[in-house]
């Protein structure tokens, strides 16, 4: 699975928009892009996937670059409760290998 | 619907002494994953069941961990003895079947394992 690349941390003012970007330079065609955050002492929650069209679900807007090679994910009004490591997750879909976790982003939404 | 249950959450043992972990996976998910997370860093698999069938354990230290999947839906994860470096959070994640390509992973709450 290709490797991505995340900033370490990221603060977002509460009600505004979270834009968490992702580099995935090496993706290769057959591969998707998959958003996981994990809040403090929880496991991982799936939040979306896609492979090449933006997608958008209630909780977030997925845009992937027409190179495929960056990706960026939205959180429209950020609350608290959204504060959590974001992994941004590179993978073929349709094989049930394991999801190789980054480091990931750590979001502070500030009240 | 109920998502993956985990049991227990805590857990704090003696080294040496045995251990368990329970999982009960969303109900109709075929596919198993156990998953270790160290402190500060992101979940690593230890072991993938398709049905009742191990198909990943590559990265299952099977000199003191075992793991089975009786029937295949719940699943059990053993440690035997435990160690001091053993102290992790255990994961467990359920997907629906690879080849209709539904296999997005579910995961549970976890287990804290303290090893004194």
Do not use: F, M, N, R
């Given at each position: 699975d290709a490797k991505t690349t995340q900033p370490p941390s990221m603060d977002c003012a509460e009600g505004r928009a979270a834009n968490l970007p992702c580099n995935h330079?090496?993706?290769?065609?057959n591969e998707y892009v998959y958003w996981y955050r994990q809040i403090h002492s929880q496991g991982p929650q799936y939040i979306i996937h896609g492979l090449k069209n933006n997608e958008t679900n209630e909780m977030a807007s997925l845009i992937i670059t027409e190179d495929r090679k960056s990706s960026t994910l939205i959180l429209p009004h950020a609350t608290l409760r959204d504060t959590a490591v974001y992994y941004c997750i590179v993978r073929v879909s349709g094989s049930a290998r394991q999801l190789t976790f980054g480091s990931g982003t750590q979001l502070t939404v500030l009240p | 619907e109920a998502g993956v249950v985990q049991s227990p959450r805590y857990k704090i043992i003696e080294k040496k002494q045995p251990v368990a972990f329970w999982c009960n996976p969303i109900s109709g998910h075929n596919t198993l994953y156990w998953y270790l997370q160290n402190l500060g860093q992101g979940p690593e698999l230890l072991i993938r069941y398709e049905n009742e069938e191990a198909v990943d354990d590559s990265q299952l230290p099977k000199d003191r961990f075992s793991a089975e999947r009786l029937k295949g839906v719940d699943s059990t994860l053993k440690i035997?003895?435990?160690?001091?470096?053993?102290?992790a959070v255990y994961l467990c994640a359920s997907s629906l079947s690879p080849a209709w390509g539904q296999d997005t992973q579910y995961f549970g709450p976890g287990t804290r394992l303290t090893v004194l």
């Open positions: 330079s090496t993706i290769s065609g | 035997q003895p435990a160690e001091l470096g053993d102290s």
